[in-house]
């Protein structure tokens, strides 16, 4: 289906999105940390996380799933670690004061960490560890997801797309940021997929008679309803490794439920046994550690840079020109998406619509 695209100015969006969240009630310090988070993704081309989102953050508050004021209470706290309970909050605003947590008790003890139970959706799981690495530390978060990733030599979604997301500064123009699912894809990439009118690639997704499923609309009902189930990193079986995405996403939802009392697995599903919508209960874990509890931060990136560059400069395959070092793509987006704006195809702008007439919300002559 072909689409017209529309850049919008950052400015623009930026503007747009936290009058969203005001008109949901979202608290102005708090509606300007889900803006930063929702818009640094879109900068960074990391469309599944960006503004494509807002249409289901506006209905989950709406349908009374998701808070749109943050109560974070601390349930256990040392000087190296704390457990949260996010009481259904806003996850950009959790998450971005649990890893500002993590990273005061790095600076003071060398390292912090800060499991989550009770959040909703976090948005572009990069952001947080890029909090750390503008601070010279390293950062990581992981957090678990509802159900859609069936088990290796299984067919039933049991485990989320668990990202697992790395940061640590460099003294190239970027960080290194390495943020990806622990399935092959995520579940925001199907949605992007069905905005552009687009089948999902073979070897994705599979439904309960073990075979692909490529035709994206019935396939994100099928995800709901257990009918069908995204594959772990590396596909199906373990010839290529599938067990191995499945190990990890495992890990992931081992910490982000274990370690802070959370939900796991279908008790992740937003809704009970009768079908009605609930919060979603998602457990998060970040990780702080300041680099200058180890060794200079100057040493530091001096070598981190090295090692990237060195992977850039090696020899390229037959056809290429140019070796990636995780994070530089995206920073390449950014600039592009700083100067020309952020594209925006007719379906989300549709969709973009609906949230702004629903909130009374005037001008945007991008909508």
Known sequence: ??????????????????????????????AAICRDVIILSDLRGIDSHGVGRLAMYHDRIRTG???PTTNLEVVKETETTATLDGHHGMGHVISYRSMRMAMDKARAHGLGAVAVRNSTHYG????????????????????NARPGVAPTFGVQPMIGTNPVTFGAPTDLPFPFVIDAATSITQRGKLEYFHRRGEDTPE????????????????????LVSGAAAMLPLGGVGELYGGHKGYGYGTMVEILSAALSGGSYLWDLAGFDEEGTAQPFRLGHF????????????AEFRRIATDI?????????APGHDRIYVAGEKEYDIEQERRSNGVPINDTLRATLRRVKSELDIGGYDFL
């Open 65 to 67: 799933i998701q808070s």
């Open 124 to 143: 572009f799981a990069g952001y947080y560890p890029i909090m750390a690495t503008r601070e010279d530390m390293l950062g990581l978060t992981v957090t």
């Open 203 to 222: 070897g994705l997704a599979i439904g309960r008679d073990g075979t692909s499923q490529t035709d994206t609309g019935p396939l994100l009902k099928d």
């Open 1 to 30: 289906m072909s689409q017209s695209i529309q850049s919008v100015p950052v400015e623009t969006l930026r503007e747009f999105v936290l009058e969203v969240f005001r008109g949901l009630g979202v608290p102005e310090e708090e």
């Open 286 to 297: 970040f990780l702080a550690i300041d680099i200058s509890h180890f060794i200079e931060p």
């Open 308 to 316: 990237l560059q060195k992977l850039q400069q090696s020899k390229k």
